[in-house]
T-cell receptor
Framework: GAVVSQHPSRVICKSGTSVKIECRSL??????MFWYRQFPKQSLMLMAT?????????EQGVEKDKFLINHASLTLSTLTVTSAHPEDSSFYIC?????????????FGPGTRLTVT | AQSVSQHNHHVILSEAASLELGCNYS??????LFWYVQYPGQHLQLLLK??????LVKGIKGFEAEFIKSKFSFNLRKPSVQWSDTAEYFC??????????FGTGTRLKVLA
């Protein structure tokens, strides 16, 4: 149980275009979903926290207009990278927590590798 | 500000050697602690977690960790590593907000 999927797993886009990444909790309802960015050989950097039906909370230094997050249902959150540039190339990972899980465990998706050319 | 330190950035061991990876955090309140593993090209997988109760936690694949509250530590151990344990290991702490604070990770390489 507690599986999180991401789609697509890899995407290549041209500079200036927008890319949408989906994060789904497959077998549970997720009260909260998180979006991380992982640079090569580095740790995960939290970008934003999203709760179903409300606006995402962005970490300091993350541009909310560039990284649009929508959490429309208890099983789906999307991250849209708008007007992508090569420096946005990275590995984006989402995670989700279950409703009423007081251990705060997060379940991670497999990640999406974005390459902006 | 809360932080998590993993002092060993790179560790190289031979098979059958014992492993201990350090994790220290800076937060005085109640915490939940996690160790995740990321195998090359794969996503994060939970090795073990501490929520409450026995501070010695056993996880998957023979890993265990001990929560020592007085030392703000949650070190990961394995008595005998295998080549397949080659991966990156992340410690994470959460303190009531669902928001993880990750350590910088430890890259383990096990020589066959």
């Amino acid at each position: 149980g507690a599986v999180v999927s991401q789609h697509p797993s890899r995407v290549i886009c041209k500079s200036g275009t927008s890319v949408k990444i989906e994060c789904r909790s497959l077998d549970f309802q997720a009260t909260t979903m998180f979006w991380y960015r992982q640079f090569p050989k580095q740790s995960l950097m939290l970008m934003a926290t999203s709760n179903e039906g409300s606006k995402a909370t962005y970490e300091q230094g993350v541009e909310k207009d560039k990284f649009l997050i929508n959490h429309a249902s208890l099983t789906l959150s999307t991250l849209t990278v708008t007007s992508a540039h090569p420096e946005d190339s990275s590995f984006y990972i989402c995670s989700a927590t279950q409703v009423r899980d007081h251990s705060y465990e997060q379940y991670f998706g497999p990640g999406t590798r974005l390459t902006v050319t | 500000a809360q932080s998590v330190s993993q002092h060993n950035h790179h560790v190289i061991l031979s098979e059958a050697a014992s492993l201990e990876l350090g994790c220290n955090y800076s937060y005085g309140g109640t915490v939940n602690l996690f160790w995740y593993v990321q195998y090359p090209g794969q996503h994060l997988q939970l090795l073990l977690k501490y929520f409450s109760g026995d501070p010695l936690v056993k996880g998957i694949k023979g890993f265990e960790a001990e929560f020592i509250k007085s030392k703000f530590s949650f070190n990961l151990r394995k008595p005998s590593v295998q080549w397949s344990d080659t991966a990156e290991y992340f410690c994470a702490v959460v303190s009531g907000t669902y928001k993880y604070i990750f350590g910088t990770g430890t890259r383990l390489k096990v020589l066959a």
